[in-house]
């Protein structure tokens, strides 16, 4: 069976420094990873994606996540936070056979002036 | 183009209530899917239409929870009766093409709380 896991519920770090958000993934064959982010009161927004080539994959808001194959993570980055990037982010697997997004159980990013 | 729409955006209902959850996924988009988020778990899959038929509903917790999505546009999720564990964020998400990678749009997502 396919499943995403984010090892942190919280993650804090000061505007300016550099953050990550961890995801390990288990599936079997080629993985669809993807990135979603909810700001308060919103609903989910697609960050980035990775489909297959570079393994450092560059998305919205100046977001970028790396695939490690070996160590099957596909952790989400930024060179310097912000206070706006403070949301709940979702990590998740697309099952190749039904289409459907597997998630994990999201990360809380505080970003503190 | 609007994105998915999802209504109302939040409700509270007593325990043995019934409440209806409407999604107007992206226009054009075949595929739509029913996720719910209990407080502080993932979000988990309910189930996926593809137009009118239901491809998939693997995850609908019980025969309380009914989806429906007449004429492949709109879709409705109805909980009858409800009870306290359904309470939750539920999100509705559409996709132009069932293909792996291809994102899925969510709405903003429907807060249920059962008292």
């Known amino acids: 069976a396919q499943s995403v896991a984010q090892p942190e519920d919280q993650v804090n770090v000061a505007e300016g420094n550099p953050l990550t958000v961890k995801c390990t993934y288990s599936?079997?064959?080629?993985?669809?990873l993807f990135w979603y982010v909810q700001y308060p009161n919103r609903g989910l927004q697609f960050l980035l994606k990775?489909?297959?080539?570079?393994?450092l994959v560059k998305g919205s808001y100046g977001f970028e996540a790396e695939f490690n194959k070996s160590q099957t993570s596909f952790h989400l980055k930024k060179p310097s936070a912000l206070v706006s990037d403070s949301a709940l982010y979702f990590c998740?697997?697309?099952?190749?056979?039904?289409?459907?997004?597997?998630f994990g159980q999201g990360t809380t990013l505080q970003v503190k002036p | 183009e609007a994105g998915v729409t999802q209504f109302p955006s939040h409700s509270v209902i007593e325990k043995g209530q019934t409440v209806t959850l409407r999604c107007d996924p992206i226009?054009?988009?075949?595929?739509l899917y029913w996720y719910r988020r209990v407080m502080g778990k993932e979000i988990k899959f309910l189930l996926h239409?593809?137009?009118?038929?239901?491809?998939?509903e693997s995850g609908m917790p019980n025969n309380r929870f009914l989806a429906e999505r007449t004429g492949g546009t709109y879709s409705t999720l109805k909980v009858q009766p409800a009870e306290l564990e359904d309470s939750g964020v539920y999100f509705c998400?559409?996709?132009?093409?069932?293909?792996?990678?291809?994102?899925?749009?969510f709405g903003n997502g429907t807060r249920l709380t059962v008292t």
């Open positions: 990775y489909i297959t080539g570079d393994n």
């Open positions: 226009s054009g988009h075949d595929n």
């Open positions: 998740a697997v697309r099952d190749t056979d039904t289409g459907k997004l597997i």
């Open positions: 599936v079997s064959g080629n993985p669809y």
């Open positions: 998400a559409s996709s132009q093409a069932n293909r792996p990678n291809s994102p899925l749009h």
């Open positions: 239409f593809v137009k009118e038929s239901k491809q998939d």
